[in-house]
C-alpha cells in the first residue's frame, strides 16, 4: 500500500515537471527587444530614441525586454568578471535568453509643411512677418519573429510637431524715418524660430506605438 502511494506521488510529481515549463511559458511575458531605432529626421538622435523606446517597452510592464544595447558595459563585463572569478556565482556559464520578438523602428518626417500660415507687413520702413507651421514625424515598427525572421505585423503612428517664426527686417530705415536716428546707411534684421520641442513630440510617438505593440503582443 505504502509503495502504491508513492508510485502514486512520484507519478504526479513527474507529470508537473514535465508540463512546467509549458505552463511557465504560456504564463510568462512575451520576451522582445530591439536593437537600434533609425530616424530620417535630423533633430532626432537614433541612439536617444532607442533609449525612450526601451523605457517605454519597461514601463508598459507587458514585456521581458532583452538588453541588446550596452551588453559590453553590462552583461558581457559581469559574466568577465565571473569568469575570471572576482564574482560569487556561476553567471558566466549561463546563456542569454533569447527574444521571442524583434522590434525594427523607424522615425520619419511624414509630411514636412501639413499646413501654413504667414503675415506680413510694412510700418515706417520696418518689414514685420510671422509664419506658423505644422509639421507631422512618424514611426514604423515591425515586429519580426524572432526564430523565422518573418515580418509578423507592422505599427504605424504619427505625430504633430508645430513651428512658429518671425522676423523683422529694415530697423536702420525705421530708426531713421520714425526717430530721427541717423544710422548711417546701417541696416538690421532680427529673426526668431521656435519648434515644439523634438524630444517631447519623439517621446509621445514612441509611448504611442509601445501602446499598440503592448495591446497587440504584451502580456500581463
Do not use: C
Amino acid at each position: 500500500m505504502i509503495k502504491n502511494i508513492n508510485m502514486s506521488w512520484i507519478g504526479m510529481l513527474v507529470s508537473v515537471l514535465i508540463l512546467l515549463p509549458a505552463y511557465t511559458l504560456a504564463g510568462s511575458k512575451p520576451r522582445v527587444t530591439i536593437y537600434q531605432v533609425k530616424s530620417t529626421v535630423s533633430e532626432v538622435s537614433p541612439a536617444s530614441a532607442t533609449d525612450m523606446f526601451i523605457t517605454a517597452l519597461v514601463k508598459s510592464h507587458r514585456f521581458l525586454v532583452m538588453e541588446r544595447q550596452r551588453l559590453d558595459e553590462s552583461v558581457y563585463r559581469e559574466k568577465q568578471l565571473n569568469q575570471q572569478g572576482r564574482t560569487t556565482g556561476r553567471v558566466a556559464e549561463k546563456r542569454m535568453t533569447g527574444a521571442d520578438y524583434i522590434f525594427v523602428a523607424t522615425i520619419t518626417e511624414a509630411n514636412s509643411g501639413a499646413s501654413s500660415t504667414g503675415v506680413a507687413g510694412t510700418l515706417g520702413g520696418l518689414g514685420l512677418e510671422s509664419s506658423g507651421k505644422d509639421a507631422e514625424i512618424g514611426m514604423d515598427v515591425r515586429i519580426l519573429d524572432a526564430g523565422s525572421g518573418a515580418i509578423i505585423d507592422a505599427v504605424n503612428v504619427r505625430k504633430k510637431v508645430s513651428q512658429s517664426g518671425m522676423s523683422v527686417s529694415g530697423v536702420g530705415s525705421f530708426l531713421g524715418s520714425m526717430m530721427g536716428i541717423n544710422t548711417q546707411g546701417a541696416d538690421a534684421s532680427i529673426s526668431h524660430d521656435s519648434k515644439e520641442g523634438v524630444d517631447k513630440a519623439v517621446r509621445a510617438l514612441i509611448e504611442q506605438a509601445v501602446q499598440e505593440l503592448a495591446k497587440n503582443y504584451g502580456r500581463n
